[in-house]
């Protein structure tokens, strides 16, 4: 299962990278991908988007006890990086959130 997830993580840092910003772990550690966020200022808008591309999308952690982080957290949403994820699927939803963004900008 962990092999997969990063194989679908590595998928979308290279496709996602240059259209919104990844909230990725630090390079010193090897992350266990339970999560894979992006961060953009339009999230709601993307969120509803991939709703209606049958994505199911999460908001993890929306209130912070630090309020200096506040619009960092109204920024993020995360995809789905679970191991059963076809290679079909994961590019729909790759497509999915760059036709989103590229339809905000």
């Known amino acids: ?25 630090n390079k010193k550690c090897t992350s266990a991908w339970h999560k ?11 969120k509803e988007y991939l709703k209606n591309e049958n994505i199911e999308t999460r908001i993890h952690y929306p209130n912070t006890l630090d309020n200096q982080k506040i619009n960092f957290n109204r920024q993020c949403l995360s995809l789905p990086i679970y191991p059963e994820l076809t290679d079909s699927s994961v590019e729909h939803i790759t497509q999915s959130v760059i036709s989103a963004i590229k339809l905000i900008s």
Do not use: C, G, S
Request: glycine share 0%.
């Open 36 to 46: 894979f966020v992006i961060k953009h200022p339009a999230r709601d808008t993307i």
């Open 1 to 25: 299962w962990q092999k997969r997830r990063t194989e679908i993580a590595n998928y979308y840092i290279d496709r996602l990278k240059p259209y919104t910003d990844l909230v990725l772990p």
